[in-house]
């Protein structure tokens, strides 16, 4: 793919739909996204998962000679997808939140959406992770900081 969004991937609509709720879960770990999973111009990408599903991917590539991140997460209704920003060993910042809208007249029947963040300059001094959570934090995972 070319930096977009993926169309296919491990958590289809009817995988998400399957999710159990329950207690919270999160995962502050990643591993390095299959080969089928990165973007065209991906020079790293991570995926971070909670109970066996994948939350969240991590896309690190150069912009203008420097490296940007972006993450691109599948959440439920109601979940979010962002991503964290550290300068310079401070205090991480959210960043670049895009929510799942909750069942209303544009989707009542959705069950998992995917989304996906701006691009955040990731260059020295920065350190960035992304994430993802369902509604009420049930399911939640970010990856590791890059």
């Known amino acids: 793919m070319s930096g977009g969004l993926r169309t296919s991937g491990p ?18 770990a990643d591993k390095p996204c299959s080969a089928s999973e990165r973007w065209e111009g991906d020079r790293k990408c991570y995926t971070a998962t909670a109970r066996n599903v994948a939350l969240v991917d991590l896309h690190i590539r150069k912009k203008r000679g420097r490296d940007h991140a972006r993450a691109e997460g599948w959440v439920e209704e109601g979940g979010a997808v962002w991503m964290e920003v550290r300068k310079d060993g401070g205090a991480a910042k959210r960043v670049h939140l895009k929510r799942v809208p909750k069942a209303g007249t544009f989707n009542p029947h959705g069950a998992s959406r995917q989304k996906a963040t701006g691009w955040q300059y990731d260059g020295p001094g920065y350190l960035v992770r992304g994430c993802a959570a369902n509604a ?5 995972a970010c990856t590791g900081w890059h």
Request: proline residues 9%.
């Open 11 to 28: 958590l289809s609509a009817a995988a998400a739909a399957a999710i159990p709720a329950g207690p919270a879960t999160s995962v502050a």
């Open 136 to 140: 009420g934090d049930r399911l939640k």
